[in-house]
């Protein structure tokens, strides 16, 4: 499966912004996928993620509130929602696809497939 993130943009600190992963060349609803985010200099880390099957979904504590990820199997994509965005929310984003894998993975390592990232930068 290859993955496209988009999305991104520069905001202000408040401002909400929509990240789609679309997917091609298989069908995205067998992945659970996950949304990494990585602001330089430091690791990439875990920003949220979407089961498979059910649908269940888990979040870094530090967007739990904010941040609403979902999916349409319809048109093989899936969503990162951030409001009330901040400063440190600034960096690359990356989605991520792990095949029949749960929320609860939440490790780079879990991930099979990356999409190329998207820049979101927020300004104060």
């Known amino acids: 499966v290859q993955l496209q993130a988009s999305g991104g943009g520069l905001v202000q600190t408040g401002d909400s912004l929509r990240l789609s992963c679309a997917a091609s060349?298989?069908?995205?609803?067998?992945?659970?996928v996950g949304w990494f985010r990585q602001a330089p200099g430091k690791e990439r880390e875990f920003v949220a993620a979407?089961?498979?099957?059910?649908?269940?979904?888990n979040y870094a504590d530090s967007v739990k509130g904010r941040f609403t990820i979902s999916r349409d199997n319809a048109k093989n994509t899936v969503y990162l929602q951030m409001n009330s965005l901040k400063p440190e929310d600034a960096a690359v984003y990356y989605c991520?696809?792990?095949?029949?894998?749960?929320?609860?993975?939440?490790?780079?390592?879990?991930?099979?497939?990356w999409g190329q990232g998207t820049l979101v930068t927020v300004s104060s």
């Open positions: 991520a696809a792990d095949p029949f894998g749960t929320a609860q993975a939440m490790g780079v390592r879990s991930y099979d497939y």
């Open positions: 979407i089961s498979w099957r059910s649908s269940t979904t």
């Open positions: 060349g298989r069908t995205l609803s067998i992945y659970a």
